[in-house]
């Protein structure tokens, strides 16, 4: 402007630098300018896209969740189930699935209306294996797992949790043959039989309806008594 001096008008282009770069960044006059906000004008529009996580708590864009055509709710973000996946402890029970398989197969091979076994899980293997024979073959206390096998007591009476040892594979071979196993092992296998069984028993609660202990293991999720159909035991 004429008469005025340099250091009056720098004020004033100031302001009118800061208007311009303000009406630039106005989507309604620029366009493109709505491509580079980090947060858009109406903030309704983050609603579509923003859900709340029930793991962190926080609420975070759709594409922090895996969603599927199908969900009904959102659950946790990814970070969430990777850190839930992380921290899980994980228990591998392949060998007692097999050795489930095996113990099924030759109780089938009896062909004596054996049920018991067919109600147990690998867990509840797991369980007599490791709670109750100590992980161990009980003549030779060898360990290997994968070299180990319950096998009937009494060939003369179906498979059970109180009717089982635990013993090798070799072991197993030579025990099926024999026809009294208390003659044969002498008193201390035998008397280290009646233990694993009154400790077995001992995990059962009573039967509402019988004098008798329900014969079950804590791990069991039904009483087997029911399936060799003894009316009195009601024990879910």
Not at 3 to 12: A, C, D, F, P
Not at 87 to 112: C, K, M, P, Q, V
Not at 206 to 220: G, M, Y
Request: include cysteine; proline fraction near 5%; charge should be positive.
């Amino acid at each position: 402007m004429r008469g005025s001096k340099e250091t009056n008008l720098e004020g004033l282009r100031q302001r009118i630098s800061t208007l311009f770069l303000q009406y630039i960044k106005t989507p309604l006059f620029n366009a493109e300018a709505a491509n580079l906000l980090k947060v858009p004008e109406d903030p309704s529009s983050l609603r579509k896209d923003i859900y709340f996580c029930r793991g962190c708590g926080d609420y975070l864009p759709s594409t922090d969740f895996e969603l599927t055509t199908n969900a009904r709710s959102i659950g946790r973000c990814r970070k969430c189930k990777n850190l839930d996946s992380e921290g899980r402890l994980r228990e591998d029970f392949s060998r007692y699935r097999s050795l489930l398989h095996s113990i099924r197969s030759t109780e089938e091979a009896f062909n004596d209306n054996s049920r018991i076994i067919f109600l147990l899980t690998e867990a509840d293997l797991r369980y007599l294996a490791e709670n109750i024979w100590g992980a161990q073959s009980v003549l030779s206390q060898w360990e290997d797992t994968y070299d180990l096998t319950l096998v009937r007591w009494n060939r003369r009476q179906e498979w059970s949790p109180w009717n089982c040892v635990l013993l090798t594979n070799e072991e197993a071979r030579a025990h099926s043959k024999l026809v009294k196993p208390e003659e044969a092992y002498g008193p201390y296998l035998h008397r280290r039989s009646n233990t694993v069984t009154s400790s077995v028993n001992s995990t059962s609660p009573a039967c509402p309806n019988s004098r008798t202990t329900c014969p079950r293991i804590c791990s069991l999720s039904r009483c087997p008594c029911r399936l060799t159909r003894r009316r009195s035991c009601m024990v879910e």
